[in-house]
């Protein structure tokens, strides 16, 4: 066996695979980039896409277009997909998406420029593009945004029997979906029946007797965070979507639901990261410095604070030169701390965990960790310092200061995402520059302070 083919029998983008698909790409061996990627999942794909640099994946794009399909524009991370549209041939682009679900469509379409958006609806069948057109009406980041316009429905009435035939004789079904919608004489959902229910049931039962608990809807309207949330909250394979007048316009599946969560989690990682919410591995350094530089900025007039109150003991440490040495261990510290407790701040937040009526109790305990913390800490490092130094009123010092750092740290990392929240930005927004901000200033004034009083 060549080593060739050993590489396409295996499965995922190894970094062999990786290897040998630029190796081809630069040798122009347009069959032999299609034999390597023809065994790899979409995902991959778009992996490999993401991962290679912008003149290798044009490259590759004009060698291999034949082998991005719909489920491949579907995975391609949003900052590189229109630079990928652009390069495919428009018969690629056509059938592509006319491939794809239409909220996937409605999911590609989202982040491209008009243009493009025109070139990929005329690729649609007139139905297809009226349904896209349709949902792209609904608000940016609404359920009507998330749903797919393809629904199987069956009249509340019908018996299992009757359900199946109607299955077995559709000439179109999605390619994936879980329930099937019962609905009233004017299109509104009354609950759903899952196709195992249907299939283990007696041909003479009623679909109402055997519908499921989990039945819920959602307005086009709502948040799709509010979605996500209630498909994580209570189990749901799928959800029924409704007008305003409650009327059947589509369904949300859960890998659309879980794929909201996952942006929201890597949304509220970035922020606190301070590098922007759509930052990519595969951005170019301008665009890179374009979301960074701003929050460091930020930082730098936040770090500014903390030196002008060092310099307000510009005397304490002239005299005592050994605080200079020790003074990053208590600021430091309380800012991990900080961070401790922001991130199961803005987690629980995210997740709904915490909310008014819980808040007293978690930023008690919080309270109550942050003194226990300062306490722990404040033996170790006072005991050391006093050790190290041969200074008992030094140890002291830094075991005061500590404590009061943890304190703040604590209180720092609930209530600063706790305030944003209230005031209706997102939680993770600069949090992360507030709380070391805030235990950088508080760690150094009650060191410096402490160190003012009690060793001068």
Not at 28 to 35: K, L, M, P, Q, S
Not at 99 to 117: G, M, N
Request: with cysteine; glycine share 8%.
């Amino acid at each position: 066996m060549t080593e060739e083919q050993a590489i396409r029998e295996e499965d995922g983008l190894e970094p062999e695979r990786v290897e040998a698909i630029l190796e081809a790409v630069e040798a122009g061996d347009g069959a032999g980039v299609t034999r390597l990627l023809e065994p790899l999942h979409a995902a991959d794909i778009a992996d490999l896409l993401e991962q290679i640099s912008p003149s290798e994946r044009s490259a590759l794009l004009a060698l291999s277009s034949g082998e991005i399909d719909g489920d491949v524009l579907s995975e391609i991370d949003e900052s590189i997909r229109e630079e990928v549209i652009e390069a495919l041939p428009d018969n690629v682009v056509a059938d592509a998406v006319r491939e794809l679900e239409s909220d996937d469509v409605v999911d590609i379409l989202e982040d491209l420029d008009a243009p493009q958006v025109g070139r990929i609806l005329s690729a649609l069948d007139r139905a297809d593009r009226v349904a896209v057109e349709q949902a792209l009406s609904y608000p940016e980041h609404s359920a009507g945004r998330l749903m797919q316009r393809e629904v199987v429905v069956a009249p509340a009435h019908w018996t299992v029997g009757e359900a199946i035939d109607f299955l077995r004789g559709a000439d179109h079904l999605p390619d994936q979906f879980y329930h099937v919608i019962l609905t009233d004489p004017r299109m509104k959902p009354v609950g759903y029946v899952t196709l195992g229910r249907i299939l283990s049931s007696a041909r003479e039962a009623r679909l109402t007797t055997i519908v499921e608990d989990s039945f819920r809807t959602v307005e086009a309207a709502d948040p799709e965070a509010d979605v996500a949330y209630i498909f994580n909250q209570y189990h749901l394979i799928s959800c029924p979507v409704v007008d305003a007048d409650g009327r059947l316009v589509g369904v949300i599946t859960i890998d659309d639901a879980m794929n909201v969560l996952d942006e929201e989690h890597e949304e509220d990682m970035l922020l606190l990261a301070g590098v922007g919410e759509e930052s990519s591995i595969s951005d170019g350094a301008l665009e890179t410095v374009k979301q960074r530089l701003p929050w460091l900025v930020v930082n730098l007039f936040t770090a500014s604070i903390s030196a002008f109150v060092i310099s307000q003991f510009e005397s304490t440490i002239a005299a005592l030169v050994s605080l200079a040495a020790v003074m990053p261990i208590v600021s430091s510290t309380g800012g991990i701390g900080g961070t401790q407790s922001l991130a199961v701040a803005v987690r629980a937040l995210a997740t709904r965990d915490l909310t008014a009526s819980n808040a007293k109790r978690v930023v008690l305990r919080e309270l109550g960790a942050g003194v226990m913390n300062g306490l722990g800490l404040a033996l170790i490092l006072g005991f050391g310092g006093a050790l190290v130094y041969g200074d008992v009123r030094l140890g002291i010092v830094l075991g005061l200061a500590m404590i009061t750092n943890q304190i703040v740290a604590a209180m720092g990392g609930v209530l600063v995402p706790l305030s944003l929240e209230r005031w209706g930005l997102d939680p993770a927004l600069a949090s992360g520059t507030f709380v070391t901000t805030l235990t950088d200033v508080m760690g150094y004034l009650a060191f410096l302070g402490l160190a003012t009083w009690l060793m001068l």
